[in-house]
């Protein structure tokens, strides 16, 4: 996608940094009113809101300056009440709900976590919800941090199969060298491709910078991640009049290409060297049905065989035994073969819950 396709975009994940936000309530209130006016024209939209641990230092009397890990956490679980309710109040003129979602490291990386967190925001996005999602600062440690909420913005747009992952910040966009110590810098508008030549440019990562390149690397870094699930990235200076919509005009922040038809984030992991934990074979109408990218429904199910759990990799086997696909199942094995050959509507009836209508979801395959 590129920045002449703007209008086109329909999952949205707009990032929010904690220097933008100590503006205070003005801040919250031009970004809601900006993701508001896209949400009228049917763009989803997910915030990822850095902040609480900044909203909470005060709230608990701790000094200015660096904080222990410890100090950090606690912060954050004082300030995160206060960062989810300023953004429910700039929501609430234009009568949209927001909710909370808190993530560590484990979710993006534990495929069945993955899996939930997916289910669940995308849930909360078919309501017309807008998720306003954070890292669990109170429980993470150093080791499995982000360490930047650039990175999880993008491991969030692979979650929800974003289009488009905004950087809003105090940083307009991705300058040649740092603004700040040459005069004759040059703001890129397009960025096709991030080379070593443009990794170069985002310099050290200094996190004192106000605008260019300071704090680049993981955005960089995040525009990257997006890139491996087809979705764009831009970055682009928080405090501009609808900072968002103005991305379509070329005057407003970097824009990072995604190379077109590339939608691979859902299934990335499958093309890794994984072994499949079972298989599933299927008869030639289910077959065809994957081959077309539809979901594997149970109906279409003849055998299940080894030993999975949900989230696990599995084989689909077609009728004359060949492996036609890998994907994610959504049930265990032992639902799975108490399932296979039934009717999605049987699935509650027979297992006393239902999670989801496919047994392997279209997202969730990829075809060998």
């Known amino acids: 996608m590129t920045r002449a396709a703007f209008t086109s975009v329909r999952s949205l994940v707009v990032k929010v940094g904690s220097a933008l936000l100590q503006e205070g309530p003005a801040a919250f209130q031009r970004i809601a009113d900006d993701i508001a006016a896209l ?50 109040r700039a929501f609430e ?47 993470a440690t150093e080791e499995i941090r982000y360490g930047d ?120 992991w499958l093309a890794g060297a994984i072994d499949p934990k079972g298989s599933i074979q299927v008869d030639d109408g289910a077959g065809k049905a994957v081959r077309d990218g539809k979901s594997l429904l149970p109906v279409g199910v003849t055998a299940v065989s080894g030993q999975f759990e949900r989230g696990d990799p599995v084989m689909i086997v077609s009728a004359q035994g060949q492996v036609i696909a890998r994907g994610i199942s959504a049930y265990d094995a032992n639902d799975a073969r108490l399932i296979g050959g039934q009717k999605t509507d049987r699935i509650e009836e027979i297992l006393g819950y239902k999670r989801a209508a496919a047994l392997v979801h279209a997202d969730d395959i990829l075809l060998s």
């Open 93 to 139: 003129p234009h009568k949209l709900q927001t909710a909370q979602a808190l993530i560590t490291l484990d979710v993006t990386e534990i495929r069945r976590r993955w899996l939930n967190a997916r289910s669940t925001l995308n849930t909360l996005l078919d309501l017309g919800a807008v998720p306003v999602v954070n890292e669990n600062d109170t429980v």
């Open 149 to 268: 909420n650039d990175r999880l913005a993008a491991r969030v747009a692979q979650l929800v199969g974003a289009d488009l992952l905004v950087l809003l910040s105090d940083i307009d966009g991705l300058y040649t060298v740092d603004p700040r110590n040459d005069p004759g810098a040059r703001k890129l508008s397009e960025v096709p491709e991030i080379t070593d030549e443009i990794l170069a440019m985002a310099g050290d990562g200094n996190a004192e910078a106000g605008v260019g390149t300071g704090g680049m690397v993981t955005k960089l870094a995040a525009a990257g991640i997006a890139a491996q699930s087809g979705c764009a990235t831009a970055i682009t200076h928080g405090a501009h009049d609808k900072p968002i919509q103005s991305l379509a005009d070329a005057g407003h922040g970097s824009w990072f290409s995604a190379p077109e038809g590339m939608r691979i984030g859902r299934t990335s």
């Open 39 to 88: 949400h009228a024209q049917g763009v989803r939209t997910t915030i990822v809101s850095s902040g609480a641990v900044a909203l909470g230092r005060p709230k608990l009397g701790l000094r200015k300056g660096g904080l222990t890990l410890e100090q950090k956490q606690a912060a954050a679980a004082a300030g995160q009440t206060l960062l989810v309710d300023a953004w429910a």
